[in-house]
């Protein structure tokens, strides 16, 4: 099977049911009891309204996380502590969802560092990667979506329709590499899909909202703009739950 970025997905490559994800098991604390949760990538599209690459390529930077740092446990919700550098909402509701990082103790756990010169209109290969912190043990994995998954013309066409420059053929081929995106990154293998390393004794800034957190929930007007521009046209549903669409 040939993708659009210059490899081939054979069928030893994919995962076992094709298209389908294993759900992540994680413990929630509910009215003090330890609760078991199993919460699939289908759960979040009922939650966020699409299943896009920002919420493929955030769930399974999770589950390598959980198979890196806690092997054979299952985490804890509130074990998380999360860096990124992505500022889409879609990769953060995802985050949100399954570790509850985004809000647990006013946010402290969640925080979003945009390399320079970046931001949620201009994007490059550096904005995808993700460290995830087990807090009981300090351990971290650094994960990066390999640089090979995209291509120049990727960013070039979401630019321009975000700033309301792209032609209608344009604005087709976007959609259908961003279709291509989640297939890609549903169907990967882990190590065809990530780099990572794992970091020892790593811990969040407790003054995070300070500083570049500021995209974390409550995005700019001009971002929610953007994010909408971006969008426009691909059938999203718009989840009530989820506090970054504006339509």
Same mark, same amino acid.
């Given at each position: 099977?040939?993708?659009?970025?210059?490899? @081939? +997905?054979?069928?030893a490559e994919v995962i076992p049911e094709k298209g389908k994800l294993a759900p992540i098991l994680i413990y929630d604390r509910i009215c003090f009891e330890k609760v078991p949760l199993e919460i699939s990538i289908e759960d979040i599209r009922k939650y966020r309204g699409n299943i896009c690459p920002g919420v493929v390529f955030s769930f399974r930077a999770t589950q390598l996380a959980i198979s890196q740092l806690w092997k054979d446990e299952i985490p804890e919700r509130g074990d998380f502590e999360i860096i990124s550098t992505c500022p889409f909402p879609c990769s953060q509701a995802s985050f949100e969802f399954l570790t509850r990082a985004v809000t647990r103790e006013g946010g402290k756990n969640f925080k979003i560092e945009l390399p320079k010169g970046t931001d949620i209109k201009n994007i490059t290969k550096d904005n995808f990667v993700f460290i995830i =912190?087990? @807090?009981? %043990?300090?351990?971290?994995?650094?994960i990066r979506l390999r640089e090979e998954l995209f291509s120049e013309r990727f960013f070039q066409l979401r630019k321009k329709k975000i700033e309301g420059r792209a032609t209608p053929e344009e604005i087709k081929e976007l959609k259908s590499i961003k279709q291509e995106f989640t297939h890609t990154f549903m169907n990967l293998p882990m190590d065809r899909l990530f780099e990572s390393e794992k970091e020892d004794n790593l811990e969040l800034n407790e003054n995070i909202n300070d500083? $570049?957190? &500021? !995209? %974390? +929930?409550?995005?700019?007007? $001009?971002? &929610? =703009? &953007? !994010?909408?521009? $971006?969008?426009?046209?691909?059938? =999203? $549903?718009?989840?009530? %739950?989820?506090?970054?669409?504006t339509e």
């Open positions: 099977m040939d993708s659009l970025f210059g490899f @081939k +997905l054979s069928t =912190i087990r @807090k009981s %043990t300090g351990d971290s994995i650094k500083n $570049e957190a &500021a !995209y %974390t +929930l409550v995005n700019s007007q $001009e971002d &929610a =703009i &953007a !994010y909408v521009a $971006e969008n426009e046209g691909e059938d =999203i $549903e718009v989840a009530a %739950t989820c506090p970054f669409h």
